[in-house]
């Protein structure tokens, strides 16, 4: 059972259905298939050059930008633009853990 998140009204993502499921995850749009949190994932501390692009650690990490929105989801994020700023802590999953990868 999912239930809508709200979302502050200047969010970028205010008209994009996100929904936290019952065990804390963040979905966006129930488009991609849900990444969970898992012991596996490592914690990274947002550095100052990618404040806010979750895009740039994609790419960093990845080789391409396309999984921000995983980031968000194991890190429990509802507005990254809004919550991912130097010095906070990121849940990074695995590549092998991400669809298609």
Avoid: C, H
């Avoid at 994932?41 to 960093?60: K, Q, V, W």
């Avoid at 989801?73 to 130097?86: I, R, T």
């Amino acid at each position: 059972m999912a239930d809508n998140v709200q979302l502050p009204p200047r969010s970028a993502y205010v008209k994009t259905p996100i929904y936290r499921l019952a065990d804390g995850a963040v979905v966006f749009g129930l488009q991609r298939p849900a990444v969970l949190p898992d012991p596996s994932d490592r914690n990274l501390t947002m550095p100052a050059p990618f404040e806010g692009r979750l895009d740039l650690i994609s790419n960093e990490l990845y080789g391409v930008p396309d999984f921000w929105w995983a980031i968000a989801q194991v890190s429990a994020l509802v507005d990254p633009l809004m919550e991912a700023p130097e010095g906070a802590v990121l849940r990074v999953p695995l590549k092998s853990r991400l669809p298609s990868s």
